[in-house]
């Protein structure tokens, strides 16, 4: 199935509902329309995004955890990406930051780089999904992600205090004072 589509705007007679009819057919294959329209623009977008993001030599593992996290949001939501809007990512954020589910900040954070990923690719001119949504759901996708709604990274460690890892200059404190018992322990005889 091809997916990926870059049909600029009035290209070959192809403007407004036309553009979208070219789209679907190089998308579905001429003259087929699948029965559950939305489950199968949902699918083949989320596999245009897994191949957009291969061609960026991202690592397998990268791109289906993204596409897991994607697919999740869909479900708990109950909606597709063109009717999620910022307060349903806030609502479902909220929820999997309090308890009982408690997601670290770091996690969070990944989640809503997933999600802000693949809708700068859905919302992207440059590939068809836009000009479908419009045309099959009367809805055009949005970005729902940006810096006034995103988690800022403003500290270096953001785990346990316990858990976080050395400054150089309390490896070298360290190191200092390993050395120093050895030393004292060789001078003792030991």
Known sequence: MQVEVSLPAGSAGTSGD???EAALALVFGDGVRPLR??????????M?????QAARHLAEGTKQRGAQIVRRFRAETGLWPWQWR???VDEWLEDLATPPKRRAVGTLRSY???LRGFLEYLTDERYPWAAICEAEFGERPVQVLDERNVIRHVIEYEGQPGRRPLSREELVMFFDYCDARVSDRRARGR
């Open 18 to 20: 036309g553009r979208a």
């Open 48 to 52: 245009g995004w897994l191949r957009q």
């Open 86 to 88: 910022a307060i349903h």
């Open 112 to 114: 809503q780089a997933s």
């Open 37 to 46: 329209m939305g489950e199968a623009v949902f699918d083949a977008a989320l």
